[in-house]
């Protein structure tokens, strides 16, 4: 285990293991959660990097119903889009025991995200945040939620002292309009959690906690150098 500041690394040999134990530990956090308060929200993101998590946290034995799960972010497509996160929640989370949740869509039937913000806002509001557990990912470009590099509202969405909770995001290399959480509306969480897999991401991710190169200016700094909330890194090869 390796510790810097805010962050502290968990490097695991295999994949299967990193999964595995964040899978507990988010289950243990849900599960005090459910104990002292009755009730527990999660955000999760999508991509490819989570797919063995939700796999393995869907069958953790806990009072699902009492769960609400939304997602850090989502690509502005419905979610018969295999592009979609909400559909690779559905199909990987919300399976087994943990089908007993209620998901909180940040999508909404509207033609942009701009046209949505306004309900997608309305629907974390509700939420009554902290969360209890958050998860984000990591892309090659050092993007994280729907925080790209060039994206219009990045300088925004990154603005710890902002007061916006949810923003959309177009970018170059984002594929399709996205709507985000912001970063302090992430950092409204008990326990928050950046998976990462393979060596490129492991240096790319060093780079950017030391301000290194061009790694100073991906957008994961954010992330990494904020002091609101301690980072747990989960890293496999
Ligand atoms: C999304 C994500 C995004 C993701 C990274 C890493 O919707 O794209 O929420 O922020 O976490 O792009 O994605 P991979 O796990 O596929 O590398």
């Not at 559905?90 to 913000?117: C, V």
Request: proline content about 5%; hydrophobic content about 45%.
């Amino acid at each position: 285990m390796h510790t810097s500041l805010n962050v502290t690394t968990h490097s695991f040999t295999d994949c299967r293991a990193q999964a595995a134990a964040l899978a507990e530990r988010i289950a243990e956090r849900l599960r005090t959660a459910l104990t002292e308060r009755g009730q527990a929200v999660l955000a999760v993101s999508g991509g490819s990097t989570p797919k063995e998590l939700f796999a393995r946290l869907s069958r953790e034995k806990l009072d699902w119903a009492k769960v609400r799960v939304t997602l850090v972010d989502e690509r502005w497509v419905p979610d018969t889009d295999e592009r979609s996160n909400a559909r690779l929640v559905k199909s990987l989370l919300l399976q087994h025991a943990a089908a007993a949740a209620t998901f909180i869509p940040l999508y909404t039937a509207d033609a942009t995200p701009e046209a949505g913000l306004a309900v997608a806002d309305a629907r974390i509001d509700a939420l009554s945040l902290p969360f209890d557990a958050v998860v984000l990912g990591m892309g090659d470009d050092g993007h994280t939620a729907s925080f790209f590099p060039g994206g219009d509202h990045l300088a925004e969405a990154l603005d710890l002292d902002g007061h916006a909770r949810v923003l959309p995001m177009h970018a170059p290399d984002a594929g399709e309009p996205r709507i985000t959480l912001t970063l302090p509306t992430l950092l409204e969480t008990r326990a928050l959690y950046l998976l990462v897999a393979g060596e490129k991401k492991r240096d790319l991710l060093a780079d950017a906690r030391l301000g290194l190169g061009a790694a100073q200016h991906y957008p994961v700094r954010a992330v990494l150098t904020q002091q609101r909330v301690p980072v747990a890194v989960y890293w496999c090869p």
